[in-house]
C-alpha cells in the first residue's frame, strides 16, 4: 500500500506499511482538513486525528478507521450531519462531535450511519449539541459503545433529537453509554436481536422509547429522572434482565402489548407508577424489586396468562392498581412478598396461610380519599381489610397471590428507598 502525505503529517508506520499488505496510517494536524485526508485514503487506513478544533462535515465512503488523539473537536457548523458514515466496516473512535443542524425533518446528527453502512462502529466518543445524537438506519451490526451524549439541552423536550435512534436494524450492540438532555434517550423501531447492556440514561423524555421490534436483551441499563423510563411497546420475545429504573416522574417499566418476554431481576424504585402493564400477555415476571413507587404496578387492559413469580412488593402507597371484571392469579408455584400482607403462618413454612389480594376494600376506599393512607398501618384499617376478605359482596376483582412469601427475597431492598423524581424536563 502507497503512502499518501499532502496536507498530512504521515507518521513512521506509514513507512513500515509500503509494500506490507497492511494499513496505511495517516495523521491529521491542527490546521488540517480531515475531510482531505479521508479523500485520499484508501479503504483500511486509519487516519489519526491529533488534539485541535476542525469545524468541517464528514463523509465517509470508504472502509477506514478515524482515531482521535487526544479528544481533538469536531464541529459540524450547525447544519446538516457532523459526520455521515456510507460506507461499510468504518469506525470513529476518540472524537469529540458536536454541533449538527437541527432540522428535524432531515433528522440532523451528530454521527448518521446511512443504510448499508454495515458494522460501523463508534466508541469512546462525546456527542455534544447535537440534534440526534446517532442515527443508525437500515444496517447491520453496528456497535455504539462506551460515548457520552448529551443533546440540545437549552431545546425543550419535544424539539431535540434521540440519544440513539434505530430504524430497520439487525444485530446492533448499544453498550456502556451515558445519554442525558435528549428527547428520548434510546429510540427503537423495526431493529431485531440487538443487545442493549450498561447504558445509562437520564433526564430525557423516555430513557427508551421502542416499538415494532424483536428478540432483543436489555440488560444492566440504568433510566433514571426522565418522565418514563423504560418504554417496551407493540414486541414479543424480549430479555429485560437487571435494569434498573428509578425515580421517573411516571414509569420505571413501561410493558405495552409485549408477549413471549422475560423480565427478571430489575430494580423499579421510586416512580409514580413502577411497573405499567398494559395489554400484556404469556410473558414471565420473576424476581425483580418493586418498592417505594406511587403505585407498584398499573396493570391494565386484560394483562392476562402472566407468570409473576419471586417478586418484592415493598413500601408502595399503592401495591397494584387493577380494573377488571376478574381475578388474575400470580404466584403460582412461588409466591411473591408483599409488605402490607397481613396474614400469618402459623406452621412456620415461611408461606403465608392466607391468599393475598391487591385492590380489597381497603385499597378501593385510598383510591377514592388518598387522606385515608395515613391510616393504613392502624389496627382498624387493618381488621376492614382482613373483614373485607371474608365478605365476597364487599370484594372487587383482583391480583390474587395463593402463596405469599412472609419476607422479601432480597435483603438489600431498604437502599432502594427515597430515589424520587427531582427533575422536571
Known amino acids: 500500500m502507497r503512502c499518501r502525505t499532502p496536507l498530512l503529517a504521515a507518521t513512521w508506520l506509514c513507512l513500515l506499511a509500503a509494500g506490507s499488505g497492511v494499513a496505511a496510517e495517516l495523521t491529521v494536524q491542527a490546521g488540517q482538513s480531515i475531510a482531505a485526508a479521508i479523500a485520499q485514503a484508501s479503504p483500511g487506513d486509519v487516519i489519526r486525528v491529533e488534539k485541535g478544533y476542525y469545524q468541517e462535515q464528514l463523509l465517509i465512503d470508504k472502509p477506514l478507521t478515524l482515531k482521535g488523539i487526544d479528544r481533538p473537536t469536531l464541529s459540524g457548523g450547525f447544519k446538516g450531519d457532523t459526520i455521515r458514515i456510507t460506507a461499510e466496516d468504518v469506525v470513529v473512535d476518540g472524537l469529540i462531535v458536536r454541533d449538527s443542524g ?105 430513557g427508551t422509547h421502542y416499538m415494532n421490534s424483536h428478540y432483543n436483551v436489555w440488560e444492566g441499563n440504568d433510566s433514571y429522572h426522565n418522565r418514563g423510563g423504560l418504554a417496551l411497546m407493540m ?57 417505594d413507587n406511587t403505585t407498584g404496578v398499573h396493570l391494565a387492559a386484560g394483562s392476562i396468562h402472566n407468570q409473576v413469580t419471586g417478586n418484592d412488593f415493598i413500601s408502595n402507597r399503592t401495591q397494584i392498581k387493577y380494573v377488571a371484571s376478574q381475578d388474575v392469579v400470580w404466584g403460582k408455584g412461588r409466591g411473591n412478598y ?39 398501618a392502624s389496627p382498624a ?10 365478605f ?34
Not at 341 to 369: K, T
Not at 383 to 390: A, D, E, I, K, N
Not at 410 to 418: A, L, T
Open 338 to 376: 408483599w409488605s402490607n400482607y397481613v396474614g400469618w403462618d402459623r406452621n412456620g413454612d415461611g408461606i403465608g396461610d392466607v391468599q393475598y389480594e391487591a385492590n380489597d376494600l381497603v385499597d378501593r376506599l385510598s383510591w377514592q380519599h388518598p387522606m385515608m393512607k395515613l391510616l393504613l
Open 102 to 206: 437541527d432540522e428535524l425533518i432531515d433528522q440532523n446528527a451528530g454521527i448518521f450511519i446511512k443504510p448499508g453502512a454495515h458494522r460501523a462502529v463508534v466508541r469512546n466518543c462525546d456527542l455534544t449539541y447535537n440534534l440526534f445524537g446517532i442515527y443508525i438506519q437500515t444496517v447491520k451490526s453496528v456497535e455504539i459503545r462506551n460515548n457520552v451524549i448529551t443533546g440540545k439541552r437549552d431545546y425543550r423536550s419535544p424539539r431535540r433529537g434521540n440519544g440513539i435512534q434505530l430504524y430497520n436494524t439487525e444485530g446492533a450492540q448499544i453498550i456502556g453509554n451515558n445519554i442525558s438532555f435528549v428527547r428520548d434517550g434510546i429510540y427503537v423501531d423495526v431493529s431485531h436481536h440487538a443487545v442493549f447492556r450498561d447504558n445509562r440514561i437520564h433526564h430525557s423524555r423516555y
Open 381 to 390: 384499617v387493618q381488621t376492614l381489610r382482613l373483614v373485607s376478605q371474608q
Open 392 to 425: 365476597p359482596l364487599l370484594r372487587a376483582p383482583s391480583v390474587v397471590d395463593p402463596t405469599p412469601v412472609m419476607q422479601p427475597y432480597q435483603s438489600d431492598w431498604s437502599q432502594w428507598r427515597g430515589r424520587y423524581f427531582h427533575y422536571a424536563n
Open 235 to 291: 414486541t414479543r420475545h424480549q430479555v429485560v434482565r437487571n435494569n434498573r429504573a428509578w425515580g421517573n416522574s411516571d414509569h420505571g417499566i413501561m410493558l405495552r402489548t409485549i408477549q413471549d418476554s422475560v423480565i427478571e431481576g430489575n430494580i423499579v424504585a421510586g416512580n409514580e407508577r413502577g411497573f405499567f402493564i398494559y395489554d400484556a400477555e404469556y410473558n414471565t415476571l420473576r424476581n425483580n424489586l418493586i418498592v
